[in-house]
């Protein structure tokens, strides 16, 4: 028998011991002339032996009990009553020496050991004939052929509460894709799918959920791999809902303001995303409603598993009720107050909303012109006289890189290759004064500009831009070399903030030197013109991006009141209007479609510089037919017969009109990142003033399109349907953007 018996911290061990079997080595403990037990001497025996517990009356004992007390080693000198006294140190035994042994004398003679395998009396072999490759270990075996077990998958029981994608999409088993190593890996992916299906269950409110995997081996072929079914079954068991649903907060304005926006009521499924959702919902909604500060508290739902049911109890910390107040400013000023307080759609005093101050953010990302920022409301304890305290926004800047390279490549077989590169220095004249300096390379066309602008100029999202440019153009129907001087005002769109409505005004001078052809003298000759003009544009939209729409519409008229010295002063007015469409079918088919019509008023088309004409053709226009190419022609007349005395009506070169009508229809399916747009185009130009749908010319197509997070890449083919003398039979266009 033994116990145990814990003394501060020491575990002692005392043997209980019965004489008849340990007696004999006791007793020899206790023979005179024997070492004593290390320690204090034990206490004197007693003269005389009491009987052992047990023994026969009249028989002798093998030892007396104060021969074994003095054979026992005294481990404590002195018996204590206090349990908590500290235990004497134990001094270690002295180390037995072994005799040395007799040394072996010279002369002696040693016995011959015979061995009673031949093979160990036979010599060794040559060091060189041993195998020195090491063994292999299990790293070296990690990327060998093992061999391998298949398996199929099944799951029960899921399917009924909507869950057998879910765990489908998650299984350990799936995961695996039919093939293990081993049985046992599979019985393992097997207990994970388990976990896998209860978590599941319990996420919809299932709390009684059970499920268990079974590992059947499959009859198979010989010399196949093995073959298991791995079946899990769920049973969800009972479902449970909420039996009550509190909020604990103090009152807020209006009174309904949390339980209106809280999606929980009782009855309600306790379901993970449900609870979790609702709870956001308040972490959201709140500081839109004057509560920047709330703070959702832990949830307790106290489940009764006799109903089934839980009661639900979620703490909610509201802090004050707010407004806006002023802006302040730390860290590295690209801006100061003056500027930022350009940028709010708040004023003072409007009760708060956050996403008013994430739309300040934004606006300031924006720029460009930061690193980091951050916007964050600060409580100033100012009470105002509606009851609400005034929250000021901290707006914590850090200075970011202000200048930037930027590039634009395209090709059309109308217009050949156009490159077009800028450098800007966003900031140079502060705040957001920037300077822009642009090189155009191309076939075409070649051209430098500068550029100077103000963003956000008194106003949030308006613009200011002085431009001088000077241009050269050498197209089919003229070619330029152009002067222009410019200012203008816009109120434009971001891809922060899309408006309804957007428009610009400005002023031109410009200045042109062109080839025109000369209707009485029948050939073509160069003109210079003075232009004066007062460019507008307006526009309405109701599309849900700028760069890529899938749905809305766009209304957009230009209008440019202009005068023109060329052998006299001849006003006149340019006009265009423009409407698009974009209809979804479904998530991944648009129709989109364009009409377009201009018209130019008080002038002769003989009086106008070519370049301010209207001309139709090319990528974003009537795809098809070559870039300006649709329209009235030079007359025959004015061709050169070749050596054969015929006249080529491909080089006849067009002169443009005073109006235009064009017709586009997109059908754009999407597919990932990727896109495939069949298109059909429609459109021409005319002399007289007046737009018309006669004698229109049709191109059809298809295109690519690769989506990136700036815009699509847009790669579009296209032929011309009636097509006249010197019209391409295939036109290629290549840019960034829709077409429309």
């Known amino acids: 028998m033994y116990g145990f018996s814990r003394r501060r911290g020491w575990l002692g061990l005392a043997f209980l011991l019965t004489p008849p079997v340990f007696g004999p080595a006791l007793a020899q403990l206790a023979k005179p002339g024997t070492a004593p037990a290390q320690g204090p001497s034990a206490p004197e025996p007693k003269p005389t032996a009491t009987p052992a517990p047990g023994s026969v009356e009249g028989e002798a004992s093998i030892i007396s009990d104060a021969e074994l007390e003095a054979a026992l080693p005294q481990l404590v000198p002195t018996l204590s009553d206090d349990i908590n006294a500290p235990l004497e140190p134990i001094t270690p035994a002295a180390p037995t020496i072994a005799a040395p042994a007799t040394p072996i004398a010279t002369g002696d003679t040693l016995p011959t050991i015979t061995p009673e395998d031949p093979q160990l009396a036979a010599p060794l072999s040559p060091i060189g004939t041993f195998d020195t490759t090491p063994l292999a270990t299990a790293v070296d075996l990690q990327d060998t052929d093992a061999p391998e077990v298949r398996y199929a998958t099944e799951i029960k029981g899921l399917a009924d509460v909507g869950l057998e994608a879910q765990w489908k999409a998650l299984s350990a088993l799936r995961d695996g894709g039919g093939k293990a190593a081993n049985s046992v890996q599979v019985s393992a992916r097997a207990k994970e799918d388990e976990a896998l299906a209860i978590r599941l269950l319990k996420s919809l409110g299932y709390y009684d959920a059970t499920a268990i995997s079974v590992i059947e081996a499959v009859p198979n072929t010989p010399g196949t791999p093995t073959r298991f079914l791995a079946r899990v079954t769920a049973t969800p068991g009972r479902l449970y809902t909420l039996s009550s649903v509190a909020l604990q907060a103090d009152p807020v304005t209006p009174s309904d303001l949390l339980t209106s926006n809280f999606a929980l009521k009782a009855g309600d499924p306790i379901e993970a995303a449900r609870v979790q959702g609702a709870e956001a919902n308040l972490q959201l909604v709140l500081p839109q409603r004057g509560y920047p500060f709330v703070e959702i508290g832990e949830r307790d739902i106290l489940l009764d598993d006799a109903t089934p049911t839980g009661a639900y109890t979620l703490p909610v910390t509201t802090g004050p009720r707010a407004s806006f107040g002023e802006l302040t400013t730390a860290g590295d000023p690209v801006f100061d107050l003056k500027h930022l307080n350009v940028f709010p759609r708040f004023d003072g005093g409007d009760l708060y909303d956050s996403r008013l101050t994430d739309d300040l953010r934004d606006a300031l990302v924006a720029t460009g012109l930061f690193s980091t920022l951050a ?366």
Do not use: C
Not at 409 to 425: D, V
Not at 471 to 499: C, H, M
Not at 707 to 729: C, E, H, M, Q, W
């Open 375 to 740: 916007v964050e409301p600060v409580r100033t304890g100012r009470v105002n006289p509606d009851g609400t305290e005034a929250v000021d926004l901290l707006v914590r800047q850090t200075k970011g890189p202000d200048r930037s390279l930027a590039g634009t490549a395209g090709y059309s077989t109308g217009q050949g290759f156009r490159i077009e590169g800028s450098f800007t220095h966003r900031n140079l004249f502060p705040p957001e004064g920037a300077l822009i300096a642009s090189a155009v390379a191309g076939t075409q066309e070649q051209g430098l500009s500068g550029t100077f602008r103000r963003s956000n100029a008194g106003r949030r999202d308006r613009t200011f831009t002085a431009i001088a440019s000077a241009n050269r153009s050498n197209y089919d129907a003229f070619e330029a070399f152009t002067g222009t001087l410019g200012v203008r005002w816009s109120y434009d769109s971001t891809p922060i903030w899309q408006k309804r409505i957007t428009y610009f005004y400005g002023a031109e001078l410009v200045g042109t030197n062109e080839s025109v052809f000369d209707f009485a003298r029948n050939e073509r000759v160069r003109r210079t013109y003075g232009i004066a003009a007062l460019p507008g544009q307006i526009q309405w939209d109701t599309s849900d991006d700028l760069l890529n729409p899938t749905k809305g519409y766009r209304l957009k008229l230009n209008a440019s009141p202009e005068t023109a010295v060329q052998g006299g002063v001849k006003p006149y007015a340019r006009l265009l209007a423009e409407g698009t469409v974009y209809y979804p079918i479904n998530d991944r088919l648009v129709i989109a479609g364009r009409a377009r019509a201009g018209s130019i008023l008080g002038i002769a088309r003989d009086d106008l510089a070519p370049s301010r004409r209207y001309y139709g053709g090319g990528g974003g226009s009537v795809r098809g037919y070559g870039y300006q190419r649709l329209g009235p022609f030079e007359p025959v007349s004015s061709l050169k017969p070749n050596e054969k005395g015929e006249f080529d009506l491909a080089d006849l070169r067009p002169v443009g009109g005073r109006s235009l009508t064009e017709f586009a229809v997109e059908a754009r399916y999407r597919f990932g990142n990727f896109g495939i747009v069949p298109f059909i185009d429609a459109g021409n130009s005319y002399e007289g003033m007046v737009p018309s749908v006669s004698n229109l010319k049709i191109g059809a197509g298809i295109g690519g399109r690769f989506y990136t997070n700036f815009g699509p890449f847009r790669i579009d083919v296209a032929t011309p349907l009636n097509p006249r003398a010197g019209d391409s039979k295939i036109a290629l266009y290549i840019s960034i953007g829709q077409a429309f």
